[in-house]
């Protein structure tokens, strides 16, 4: 939903929103024709809640506003502690690599908190969010030129997954029914957490045995999910759990929608040797499985919903057998 919404004062059509001080504003559209009101009211909003000025601080809350709903948008809320501190009251315009260097080694020291520091990884997303803010600016003429914005190397993707013996025990370990049902899912599908969390019945097609990831009544920008046939281990566990379902969502507990598997996964995890589990995890498993038992990049990018095959080369050719192989035997002398 906008933050803003149409009003009316005395037969004419105008804008209202809150803002940031929790005031009341309001702007006349000109109207008293509804459409033409709907039709100019983004555009009027867009104009009014420009930010005055160019600091970092200025432009990632505009940003944050025009892309409200988007699943970055939260990830961004916790990034923005990071970089408040030093980037926050800059000029956007004035940030040098200097600045970026020194972002980097003030999160690498250790602390009580964290012993090892914070990650390369972590560091090269809260610089990526900072240049992605300032591309957007640029883009909305807000700033004329996006300055360097050095990061540090992104570190590779971690390859640990777990076998499919160790699954099952995972499944056996698993204490509570939504635990297990979730661990099914995930691997069955490939699916990422969020989407296998916020999955609904009305998307579980038991007769084309068929699954549909993505809500379709969801606007939101967020990374792909497929719809995937389900096997029929997983079509048994989810006809079982719908006979008993409470709620409209596929992984629920107590008569409630469920946030997060993390600590049950992790308990479970532990159990079996394997504390290092992760829901991210399965989902990587789910993906090597595929690999290796031969399938084409082309299928497992799309079973996955990867945008673009080059990621699921890059990640998973290694564990599949067949790739390359008929260009290795062409080499045989």
Not at 250 to 272: D, H, M, Y
């Amino acid at each position: 939903m906008p933050d803003w919404r149409i009003t009316k004062l005395r037969g004419e059509f105008c804008i209202a929103w809150d803002d940031e001080r929790g005031v009341r504003r309001r702007y006349r559209l000109g109207t008293a024709d509804a459409k033409e009101a709907a039709r100019l009211a983004p555009a009027r909003y867009s104009e009014l809640s420009r930010p005055a000025g160019s600091t970092v601080r200025e432009l990632w809350k505009a940003y944050t506003i025009d892309l409200d709903g988007r699943a970055v948008i939260k990830t961004m809320t916790h990034t923005w502690k990071a970089i408040e501190p030093r980037f926050g009251d800059m000029e956007a315009a004035g940030i040098t690599i200097a600045d970026c260097r020194a972002h980097i080694a003030e999160r690498r020291v250790k602390t009580d908190r964290f012993p090892n520091g914070i990650s390369d990884g972590t560091i090269h997303t809260e610089l990526g969010h900072l240049r992605m803010v300032l591309l957007w600016a640029k883009k909305h003429r807000l700033i004329d030129n996006v300055p360097a914005i050095e990061r540090p190397t992104k570190p590779e993707a971690k390859d640990a997954f777990l076998t499919r013996a160790e699954i099952r025990r995972l499944m056996d370990a698993a204490k509570a029914p939504h635990i297990d049902l979730a661990i099914r899912l995930l691997i069955g599908t490939g699916a990422r957490i969020e989407a296998a969390l916020q999955l609904t019945w009305d998307r579980v097609d038991f007769p084309r045995r068929m699954i549909q990831l993505r809500n379709p009544f969801d606007k939101a920008k967020r990374k792909g999910r497929a719809t995937v046939p389900m096997n029929e281990a997983l079509q048994e566990a989810l006809t079982k759990a719908k006979g008993e379902a409470m709620t409209p969502f596929v992984i629920e507990w107590a008569g409630e929608p469920v946030k997060s598997i993390k600590k049950g996964l992790k308990t479970a995890g532990k159990q079996i040797g394997r504390p290092d589990v992760s829901p991210h995890m399965l989902r990587h498993s789910a993906a090597v499985w595929l690999a290796e038992d031969g399938h084409s990049m082309w299928e497992i990018s799309q079973f996955l919903g990867h945008n673009d095959i080059k990621t699921t080369t890059r990640i998973y050719a290694k564990f599949s057998p067949t790739h390359l192989r008929k260009l290795a035997d062409s080499l045989s002398v």
